[in-house]
Structures are given as structure tokens and as C-alpha cells.
């Protein structure tokens, strides 16, 4: 997921955590002002961007040729840099209700982008500022989960986002150890579908299978809700016909213990990689996991128990990016001389 700030000097500043499945804008005196998917509907044929967001993602699935709808970033990077271009100037303009330039704008991204990817995500922002800056994207979600980013302290904060994990290390405003994982929400919901067509032989599309994460998602064995049930449809693929099966949530469990062995092993590579002394801070003061993966049922318990070290949700896992963009941008000044921009 990417993470912006857009400063207008002497006006109010911007950020916004632009999301591979969600995309937050906070406006500095006003608060958080846009949440809407990170989706966009454009007509194949000329070329014309129909809708955006909510609207977008309502047609998925469901769009007559030619409207096609695109999610312009995958794993947490842009995958579509035109649409993205034009899902950023839309969500901007709808927030502000103005196409002026900005002054200057900071882009927070994963850690594991390749300088190509950054140079993508720059042009993509370029046009709406007349600077960027970029920054390690955990930052952000430490700050709005309420950790001592600035402080001589060792934090760890793991932000199971839609296309990526970010796990980082943190201490005096800036990553001493970070990784990026391309394994996350996106990724849960998938293996949820592959599950579905390998056990119960049928097909079903993201939105289904992002349901099923929703109202199943769960990284602990728990004896009472291991037996809950969610009724889903999908096609057949012996017969091509539609068809209602009960999946339960210890199977759920099943289809995500792959990717969720994939997370705690990042988060112990990063352990291991540590100085001692931050070390030590992480295991008194714990592990905290932000982002919208974070909601699934016991996986701080999970993680808690595969390092062995206590493990938290922050108190808004879904917002912790924009919130920690907001305080950034109302106190601009102020961050922008403890921080590490990169």
C-alpha cells in the first residue's frame, strides 16, 4: 500500500493512505474526509472513466462489455498506471472539490519497491504536486497506531495491508529493520477461492471469496467458532451450473495457514536480524499489527504464539496509515525534521 501526504503550504495539508484495496484521505482541521475502494470503471471503447470507488467496485463482476473495472495497484504496487493516475486525480478532486496543484506531496511506500516501482508511483502522484517526497510506508502506521516513532525506543509494527505485509523495526524516526511481504489480504482471499475450487470443485469470484474472509477469516483454532458456517455460491465445474455450499471456519482456517505461516515467518526473519537492544524493547513492550488483515479472528493470538512475544491490534487497525498521515500533516514542521524521508 502507498501512503500520501500533500503539503499546501499556508493552506491545509493532505495525506492519504492509497491502498491496494482501499484508498483514505485526511484533510488537516477537517479529519478524515474519503474511505472508498480502490477501484475505477472506464468504458474500453473510448476510453472514458465512468466511476470510481464505491461505484466502481459495485459493478464488479457485473459490467456489460465494454465497461471494464480495474484496481489499479496489486500486491501493493501500481499495476495500471494510467488508471491509477486518474483514481488519485479523481479521489483528490472529489475530497477538495479543486484541480489545483499542490505545493508538496509525500509518498509513503512499501518496503520492498524497487526503484523502478518508485519511479512509477512519483510520475503516477507528479502531476497533482509540485514536489514528492517518498517514505518508508510503515512509519506511517506506527504513527497513527500510536507508537514512540521519534523516540530512542524499539517498535516493532506489522501492517497486514491488502496487497502487502510491511513489517519494520523502528526507532528515532526512521526503519532499522524492515521487510516487505507480498502476501496479505488480497492473498488470503485468493487461497480461500483455490481451496474452494480444490475441495468443493467450485468456482467463485473475488468478491465471494473476499466475503467468506470477512465472516470466516481466522488464524486460531477456537472450538466454538470452528463449526460456524457461511452458505456461498459459485459454479460447479463438473456441471457449469450455479450451486450453494456451507463452508465452515475450521476449513477456512485451512485454506489461509500457508500465507499465515508466510507472515510470522517474515516477522521472525526481522526478529533475528534486530540489534539487541532493540530486541529487548520489542520483547517488553510487544508486537503491534495494523491493517485491514489484522481483523482476521485470533491472528494476534497466532502470531503471539509462533514468536513467543505478546502481540496486539492497534485500536483502529484500518485507519492507523491515515491517521498517522493526518498527524503528520498537522504538524508538518514538526515531523518533517524527525523523520526519515527517503
Known amino acids: 500500500m502507498f501512503t500520501v501526504l500533500l503539503s499546501f503550504w499556508g493552506k491545509r495539508n493532505?495525506?492519504?493512505?492509497?491502498?491496494t484495496a482501499n484508498t483514505l484521505l485526511y484533510v488537516s482541521g477537517r479529519g478524515l474526509v474519503l474511505q472508498e475502494p480502490s477501484y475505477i470503471a472506464v468504458n474500453s471503447k473510448t476510453g472514458q472513466y465512468i466511476a470510481v470507488g464505491d461505484a466502481a467496485k459495485a459493478m464488479m463482476g457485473k459490467a456489460p462489455f465494454p465497461i471494464k473495472v480495474i484496481r489499479p495497484l496489486r500486491d501493493g504496487v501500481i499495476a495500471d498506471f494510467d488508471s491509477a493516475n486518474k483514481m488519485i486525480n479523481m479521489f483528490i478532486h472529489r475530497a477538495l472539490n479543486s484541480n489545483n496543484k499542490v505545493k508538496n506531496l509525500v509518498v509513503g511506500v512499501p518496503s520492498g519497491v524497487t526503484d523502478v516501482e518508485k519511479r512509477a508511483v512519483h510520475e503516477a502522484v507528479s502531476g497533482r504536486a509540485e514536489h514528492v517526497f517518498l517514505i518508508d510506508e510503515p512509519l506511517a502506521a506506527a504513527i497513527g497506531a500510536g507508537l514512540p516513532v521519534t523516540e530512542p525506543i524499539g517498535s516493532m509494527i506489522v501492517d497486514i495491508g491488502g496487497g502487502t505485509t510491511e513489517i519494520a523495526i523502528i526507532s528515532l524516526g526512521g526503519a532499522a529493520i524492515k521487510n516487505s511481504l507480498r502476501i496479505a489480504g488480497d492473498e488470503f482471499s485468493y487461497s480461500i477461492a483455490r481451496y474452494v475450487r480444490k475441495n468443493f470443485n467450485i468456482i467463485i469470484g473475488e468478491k465471494t471469496a473476499e466475503i467468506i474472509k470477512i465472516k470466516l477469516?481466522?488464524?486460531?483454532?477456537?472450538?466454538?467458532?470452528?463449526?460456524?458456517?457461511?452458505?456461498?455460491?459459485?459454479?460447479?465445474?463438473?456441471?457449469?451450473?450455479?450451486?450453494?455450499?456451507?463452508?465452515?471456519?475450521?476449513?477456512?482456517?485451512?485454506?489461509?495457514?500457508?500465507?499465515?505461516?508466510?507472515?510470522?515467518?517474515?516477522?521472525?526473519?526481522?526478529?533475528?536480524?534486530?540489534?539487541?537492544?532493540?530486541?529487548?524493547?520489542?520483547v517488553e513492550d510487544g508486537v503491534m499489527i495494523t491493517g485491514g488483515g489484522s481483523l482476521v479472528r485470533g491472528i494476534n493470538v497466532y502470531i503471539s504464539d509462533e514468536l513467543g512475544?505478546?502481540?496486539?491490534?492497534?485500536?483502529?487497525?484500518?485507519?492507523?496509515?491515515?491517521?498517522?498521515?493526518?498527524?503528520?500533516?498537522?504538524?508538518?514542521?514538526?515531523?518533517?525534521?524527525?523523520?526519515?524521508?527517503?
Request: with cysteine; net charge negative; hydrophobic share 40%.
Open 217 to 282: 477469516g481466522n488464524a486460531k483454532a477456537d472450538s466454538e467458532f470452528d463449526d460456524h458456517s457461511y452458505p456461498f455460491r459459485g459454479i460447479h465445474i463438473l456441471s457449469g451450473l450455479p450451486m450453494t455450499v456451507d463452508i465452515k471456519a475450521a476449513q477456512v482456517r485451512d485454506a489461509m495457514s500457508d500465507s499465515l505461516r508466510a507472515i510470522a515467518k517474515a516477522i521472525k526473519e526481522c526478529l533475528e536480524l534486530s540489534p539487541p537492544e532493540l530486541a529487548s524493547d520489542i
Open 309 to 342: 512475544i505478546l502481540t496486539c491490534v492497534a485500536e483502529d487497525p484500518l485507519l492507523s496509515v491515515v491517521n498517522g498521515t493526518g498527524q503528520i500533516v498537522e504538524q508538518i514542521n514538526n515531523y518533517s525534521a524527525k523523520l526519515s524521508f527517503m
Open 14 to 19: 493532505v495525506g492519504i493512505d492509497l491502498g
